[in-house]
């Protein structure tokens, strides 16, 4: 049988973010652009996890600022920088 993982795989393409939004909800109140969230421990890794997500790290290098915020499908998402998008729910308000 083949090995599924040596061979190409073509994604889905996805439509671009529509930023059409001012503020989001995410786990503990809601975010505007500018203001400072940090992303929340992966729920779904199996425990213990070393990932970026999960491992200890300092609140300087974990808590980042919302750079934009829009949806798509349906599903809102916060842009944090390096043009990552993040989903609103998977991230939480920090107060500074």
Excluded: F
Aim: hydrophobic share 40%; aromatic share 4%.
């Amino acid at each position: 049988m083949p090995q599924a993982h040596l061979y190409a795989q073509w994604r889905e393409t996805i439509s671009p973010l529509t930023m059409d939004l001012k503020e989001a909800r995410v786990s503990n109140g809601m975010v505007r652009v500018g203001d400072a969230v940090r992303e929340l421990p992966a729920a779904r890794h199996i425990q213990p996890c070393a990932c970026t997500l999960c491992r200890h790290r300092p609140d300087e290098e974990r808590v980042v600022r919302v750079q934009a915020i829009g949806s798509r499908n349906g599903l809102v998402y916060v842009v944090l920088p390096g043009a990552y998008e993040c989903p609103a729910a998977e991230v939480e308000r920090v107060d500074t």
